[in-house]
C-alpha cells in the first residue's frame, strides 16, 4: 500500500558524491559508511549502487548489519569488533571484525582468527586499542589488514586533527598491517596528509557537508515529500497546533501534512521549518507534532492529497532545526516510502 510520505533517493548524486570524495582522497582508496541502513537510505540499495560505481570497502557498526549485506559478497568490516555471541557470523567470513579491545583481540586469537582490522585510539578516547597495548605485543600473531583510527574534531579547525594524525602516522610499520585508515567525510577535507591507504566516508557520501571545502561539491541524496491531509482556512487571530505557537495575523490557508517528529521531521522544525510545492516557498507554522505538521499554503494552488516536499539541503536543515546533519538522516522513519530514482516534484 503506498504511503503518504516519501524519500526521493537520487542514485546518481549518491554515486557522484562517492566519485567526488574518492578523488579527494587522492592515492588512497575510497570506501564508504553503510551503517545504520546506509544512513537511513537503505543499506542494501547503497552498497549495490556504490560498488557499481568502484567502492570496495564498505563499514558497518555490527554484524547484523553485516549479515544484512552478506549477499552481495562485498568486503565488509565491522566497527564494533566481535562479541561471543558473533563468532559464528564471523568465522563464516562474511565481514572482518574490526577489533577494539584487548578482550576482544584474545577472543578473536582463541577463535581461530583469521582477516582483521584494528582499531587504535589517537586521542578520541571512544573506542579502540592504545598504542602502548601495541608496544607491547598485543597484536603480535594477528592478520591485520587494516589500521583504523577516528578524528574527534575532523570538522572543525582544531590542534587536534594534526596530534591525532601525527600519532597515527608514527604506527606506520609497527603491526604488520596491510593498510591504514584515518579520515572519515571531513578527514578527507582535511587533505592528503590525512588520507593514508583508506578514506572512510559516510556523512557526505549521502549529502551531507561536514566541512565548508564540501559544500561546492557534494549535492543533496535525500528529499522528504509528504501527503497534505486537509486544507482550511484559519482565521486571523486563530491558533494552529499543541499550545498555540503560532496565531494567524490574516486569514491563512493551512495544509496539514502527514509528517511528524515520529518520523524524523523534529520539533525543532517548528514555526522555522521550509517546504515547497513547485516553485513556492513554504513556511512551516505551528508546532511540529508526532504525526502532522503544518504548512502555510496561502500562496500556492494546493488541494487534499497534493504532495508537499521538505528541505533537501542538510546543512540549512541543521541549522534550522538545532539537530546534526547526522541525526537528520539517520532518524528517518519505517514509514517513509523510499524511492530510488523517481522524478521530484519539488524545485
Known amino acids: 500500500m503506498p504511503a503518504p510520505l516519501r524519500l526521493r533517493l537520487d542514485g546518481d548524486a549518491l554515486v557522484r558524491n562517492w566519485q567526488t570524495l574518492d578523488r579527494m582522497s587522492g592515492r588512497a582508496a575510497c570506501g564508504a559508511a553503510v ?6 537510505l537503505g543499506a542494501v540499495e547503497v552498497a549495490r549502487r556504490l560498488a557499481g560505481a568502484g567502492c570496495r570497502d564498505f563499514f558497518v557498526s555490527n554484524w547484523r548489519e553485516a549479515v544484512e549485506l552478506a549477499p552481495l559478497g562485498l568486503a565488509v568490516s565491522v566497527l564494533h569488533g566481535v562479541r561471543d555471541e558473533d563468532m559464528v557470523a564471523a568465522r563464516a567470513g562474511i565481514a572482518r ?22 582499531m587504535v585510539d ?26 583504523m583510527s577516528h578524528l574527534a574534531c575532523a570538522d572543525e579547525d582544531a590542534a587536534m586533527n594534526a596530534v591525532q594524525r601525527d600519532r597515527f602516522a608514527a604506527l606506520q610499520g609497527m603491526t604488520g598491517a596491510r593498510r591504514m585508515s584515518l579520515a572519515n567525510s571531513a578527514g578527507i577535507a582535511l587533505g592528503h596528509d590525512y588520507a593514508f591507504d583508506l578514506t572512510r566516508p559516510g556523512l557526505a557520501v549521502y549529502g551531507g557537508v561536514p ?36 496565531t494567524a495575523k490574516a486569514d491563512t490557508d ?7 517528529y515520529a518520523d524524523g521531521y523534529f520539533r525543532g522544525f517548528s ?20 504525526d502532522l505538521v503544518a504548512i502555510d499554503v496561502t500562496s500556492a494552488t494546493v488541494c487534499e492529497g497534493d504532495w508537499i516536499a521538505f528541505d533537501a539541503a542538510l546543512p540549512d536543515a541543521a541549522v534550522v532545526s538545532g539537530m546534526s546533519q547526522y541525526e537528520l538522516l539517520t532518524a528517518m522513519g519505517t514509514r517513509f516510502q523510499r524511492l530510488w530514482d523517481a522524478p521530484r516534484i519539488s524545485a
Not at 254 to 260: D, Y
Not at 272 to 278: R, V
Not at 279 to 288: E, S
Open 97 to 118: 571484525p574490526v577489533l577494539n579491545t584487548p578482550a576482544q583481540v584474545a577472543r578473536w586469537k582463541a577463535g581461530g582468527g583469521g582477516a582483521c582490522d584494528v
Open 211 to 246: 566541512r565548508g571545502e564540501l559544500g561546492e561539491v557534494i549535492t543533496p541524496v535525500v528529499y522528504p515529500e509528504a501527503e497534505i491531509l486537509q486544507v482550511r482556512r484559519v482565521r486571523a487571530g486563530d491558533a494552529v497546533g499543541y499550545n498555540a505557537t503560532w
Open 122 to 147: 589517537t586521542g578520541m578516547n571512544r573506542l579502540g586499542v592504545s598504542a602502548q597495548d601495541i608496544a607491547d605485543g598485543l597484536l603480535d600473531g594477528l592478520t591485520i589488514e587494516t589500521l
Open 35 to 40: 551503517k545504520a541502513n546506509g544512513y537511513g
Open 254 to 260: 493551512v495544509a496539514v501534512v502527514n509528517l511528524g
Open 271 to 290: 514555526n522555522c521549518g521550509t517546504a515547497w510545492h513547485g516553485q513556492d516557498r513554504l513556511a512551516v507554522i505551528g508546532r511540529v507534532s508526532m
